[in-house]
């Protein structure tokens, strides 16, 4: 059982490229979730989907996009990345909104230069 | 605006001895109160929840205790190993977790042997 899992695990990007973070998870939970965590800081929801075609922002929604075509697969897309991009991202899923036993991926490490 | 603090950044204690994570918080409308542990390179793992209705709730070495009217709660773990060394993170949510969880910025737990 793989539960979530997150590719890369590392990636650094130049200023203004763009890249897909991906995250698959095989447990058919409907919630899904993308947080970054900063240096010293918790984690902050990005976007979220409550199932196959539904997503919606979060806290810190700007200058990443996210699409939801299967329950299994929720990829993340960063356009003309940022510094303040720089950061590791987790994506999650969970049967309850309340990620209640949520399960994370491992995350992905990213530097932006 | 920060919803769920965690003001001690980092705790270090002895194997064998308890380890008491605090975390305070402001939204008078959370009802459901998690935690989750990160070690490094990995994802959080959920650990242990409360509900407001009650004050208490124990899993093994881990006790979550909720004290409503001064919006805090802390995990107890006893005896405290090695193995727990790692960043604990507190997380609230609303309407017995149908909203979205709210992190605090968590604290590093270094049990020494």
């Known amino acids: 059982n793989a539960g979530v899992t997150q590719t890369p695990k590392f990636r650094i990007l130049k200023i203004g490229q763009s890249m897909t973070l991906q995250c698959t998870q095989d447990?058919?939970?409907?919630?899904m979730y993308w947080y970054r965590q900063d240096p010293g800081m918790g984690l902050k929801l990005i976007y979220y989907?409550?199932?196959?075609?539904?997503?919606d922002k979060g806290e810190v929604p700007n200058g990443y996009n996210v699409s939801r075509s299967t329950t299994e697969d929720f990829p993340l897309r960063l356009e003309l990345a940022a510094p303040s991009q720089t950061s590791v991202y987790f994506c999650?899923?969970?049967?309850?909104?309340?990620?209640?036993?949520?399960?994370f991926g491992q995350g992905t490490r990213l530097t932006v230069v | 605006d920060q919803q769920v603090k965690q003001n001690s950044p980092s705790l270090s204690v002895q194997e064998g001895r308890i380890s008491i994570l605090n975390c305070d918080y402001t939204n008078s409308m959370f009802d459901y109160f998690l935690w989750y542990k990160k070690y490094p390179a990995e994802g959080p793992t959920f650990l242990i929840s409360i509900s407001s209705i009650k004050d208490k709730n124990e899993d093994g070495r881990f006790t979550v205790f909720l004290n409503k009217s001064a919006k805090h709660l802390s995990l107890h773990i006893v005896p405290s190993q090695p193995g727990d060394s790692a960043v604990y993170f507190c997380a609230a949510t609303a309407q017995g977790g149908s909203e979205k969880l709210v992190f605090g910025k968590g604290t590093k737990l270094t049990v020494n042997p």
């Open positions: 999650a899923s969970s049967y309850y909104q309340g990620l209640t036993e949520a399960f």
């Open positions: 447990m058919n939970h409907n919630y």
């Open positions: 989907s409550v199932g196959a075609g539904i997503t």
